[in-house]
């Protein structure tokens, strides 16, 4: 988790994506990476999410493909077997915590509260997603935790848009964040690959300061 921990350093900014075609998979890993990014997450909210994770990893080798909206074992099953590089989920419920810290792949859990928070460390979790992250108080909220619990990293995810990215990653605690800004469900309808690709290109523009 710490190599993985130092990926989302050197590239810190996460497509959350939701893809309802797998045929548009292809197309928006191709226009992802063409602007720069190189880590992103596929929400199983679609029957087709699945499908996609696995066409994406084809069409670009070594993009690092996660699966997000894990809600149960099953799900975190479905997701290793289309070949899930990590795993993301809104939420931690006591069933999932075993599973998710045998799958051998990074883990970012979702948290809302301290308790949770701490919870998750003594679970052995590094790296932790405030979800969702605006309307739990934002980047204010994060800074805040930093002092009872300086060993929490975080990868917010939840109503980030561009003009927020910037304040999460100024804070030592945050490694990443997540953001469905980048390639939004009416630009991969409509196949606007051009303009995810500038999008990409903008999020790829941000960095951790001081690396």
Known sequence: ??????????????????????????????????????????????????DAITAMKRAVPGLIVGAGTILK????????????????????????????????VPVIPGVATPSEVLERLDDGFEVLKLFPAEQYGGAATIAALAAPLPQARFCPTGGIGRDKVASYLALKNVVGVGGSWIATNKQIADGDW??????????????KPGL
């Open 73 to 104: 074992p099953s799900d975190l099953d479905a997701a290793m077997s289309a070949g899930s590089d990590f795993i993301v989920t809104p939420a931690t419920t006591a069933a999932l915590v075993a599973p998710l810290k045998a799958c051998g």
């Open 1 to 50: 988790m710490q190599a993985f921990a130092l990926l989302l350093k050197s590239s810190p900014v996460i497509p959350v994506l939701t893809i309802e075609r797998v045929e548009d998979a292809p197309p928006l890993a191709v226009a992802l990476n063409e602007g720069g990014l190189s880590v992103v997450e596929v929400t199983l909210r679609t029957p087709a999410a699945l």
């Open 194 to 207: 051009a303009g995810i690709t500038e999008n990409a290109r903008a999020a790829a523009g941000f960095a």
